[in-house]
């Protein structure tokens, strides 16, 4: 994300907070998890097979054999290790799980249940899993239902299927404020407590 991309997200979030009393902030995650014990587990078990058909079918010397098993686990793990195909073994409910989990944690360590109104909001995607949610704090929670959201985040992963994530924010904050304007009208005054800004990790 270019330092432009930067800026007009963080232009967007002090509009919003301008239009509501409520705290953005927003975070891009490049992937939850490396998932690095899938390739692993698919390379053992290739191994783990390879042996049986050149023992039953070859006369192949098991030193052989045990050679061939070896550089056939190396070639399965260098070969399934690649981001492109190390995504696919995962299975999607784990996928949103790390996700999911990220997104609490990030929530957390940005701060966004600390603020003194307990009107924090965070626009959370995770680019590898496809993912995307927005939390928001008790006060927030407590009038506006968590189906109220769906309207935003499809907005945001509609942009970024069109390979515009930068776009995807933007309506997902405009949007969000809009929705929180009536129930989290603007005060004069009010503390900026949370930076204006994504945080890209």
Known sequence: ????DLHRVSEAI???EKSCNAEFICVLARRSSNY?????????????LVPWPLIYFTLIAADR???I????????????????????LV??????DKAHR??????????????????????????????ARILVDDAIAAKV??????????????????GDIVEGFLRAIAISAQDLAPHFPPREHQADELPNRIYVI
């Open 145 to 162: 239902p968590h189906e109220k959201w769906q309207i935003a985040i499809d907005a945001l992963l509609a942009a970024n299927a069109q």
């Open 102 to 131: 990220n997104a609490l944690e990030q929530f957390m360590l940005r701060g966004v249940s600390r603020t003194t109104s307990r009107n924090g909001v965070m626009i959370f995607v995770s680019v590898a899993e496809r993912w």
């Open 36 to 48: 690095s014990f899938y390739p692993l587990f698919w390379a053992t078990f290739i191994a783990l």
């Open 69 to 88: 098993q070896l550089l056939a686990f190396v070639a399965a793990l260098l070969a399934l290790s690649t981001a492109a195909i190390r995504f696919r």
């Open 91 to 96: 299975p999607l409910s784990v996928m949103r």
């Open 14 to 16: 002090r509009a919003a």
């Open 65 to 67: 054999v045990f050679i």
């Open 1 to 4: 994300m270019e330092p432009a």
